[in-house]
């Protein structure tokens, strides 16, 4: 084998491990890049679904005050609801938004988890609707029966209401400790394959490099 065979030979070589190692670097860094917007969407949860929760007990203590003639301030409780309403569509889509190939790491059927988290606020809207009707006859009557069947009515719904968004943030509760944990196992292992792949680059690259030099002497 001549000398310039083996130069070739071994420059590609140099090629090839170069390539490769850093195929599996910029694919690990990718990786990283995923678990850090997975990180930041585990807070997103948090705070969107805190807000809809806050939103709808504020609206709930409102009613509790105006049945207990400490306010005749209606609106505050209808802009309240609004709020609410306008969390709760957003969360789906929001989810959705998020659907990619890193969220089936940590999650079995992320889409059909969506899809029942879709069903549950639809049924939740619709008893937010029936809440909005009885607080839109507070509003327009004098009559102080109706008045009570109203509160009472309203208020019943409200805390369904206030259940059923604690039971979806219990399920977004469980969603994120799979998420922290995916990233407590992922994370370690990443950055083992990166630098086991530096290592491997720079090691065969040296070795290359001596026998070119060994080579030309």
Same mark, same amino acid.
């Given at each position: ?5 083996r ?9 090839? @491990?170069?390539? %490769?190692?850093t195929?599996?670097? @910029? ?5 990283? &890049?995923?678990? !850090? ?10 705070? %969107?679904?805190l807000?809809?929760l806050?939103s ?6 409102? +009613?509790? !005050?105006? !049945? ?8 505050r ?14 969360? *789906?889509?929001?989810?959705r938004?998020? +659907? ?9 059927? *992320?889409?059909?988890?969506? &899809?029942?988290l ?28 109706? !008045? ?7 208020s ?7 259940a059923?968004?604690?039971d979806i943030?219990?399920?977004?509760g469980?969603m994120? &400790? &799979? ?8 994370? *370690?292992?990443? @950055?083992? %394959?990166?630098q ?8 065969i690259?040296?070795?290359?490099l ?8």
């Open positions: 084998m001549s000398l310039r065979f130069l070739v030979f071994f420059v590609i070589l140099l090629a090839v @491990v170069s390539l %490769t190692g195929l599996i670097i @910029v694919r690990n860094l990718t990786i990283l &890049d995923e678990n !850090q917007g997975m990180a930041s969407f585990k807070d997103e949860v948090y705070h %969107t679904h807000q809809a806050t709808i007990q504020a609206a709930q203590s409102l +009613l509790y !005050q105006h !049945q207990a003639s400490y306010t005749r301030d209606i609106d409780i209808v802009n309240k609801t609004m709020h609410f309403e306008e969390i709760l569509s957003h969360i *789906p889509a929001h989810y938004q998020h +659907l990619d190939r890193a969220c089936y790491r940590c999650h079995e059927d *992320p889409g059909g988890r969506v &899809d029942t879709s069903d549950s606020i639809g049924d939740i809207q619709l008893r937010l609707d029936e809440y909005r009707r009885h607080i839109s006859v507070l509003m327009t009557t004098n009559d102080a029966k109706a !008045q009570i069947v109203r509160h009472g009515k309203a019943v719904i409200g805390e369904e209401i206030i059923a968004i604690g943030n219990s399920s977004a469980l994120v &400790d &799979d998420l922290l944990q995916s990233s407590r196992e992922l994370l *370690p292992r990443t @950055v083992y %394959t990166i086991s792949a530096m290592i491997i680059i720079v090691t690259s040296l070795a290359i001596a026998f070119l030099l060994w080579a030309l002497n």
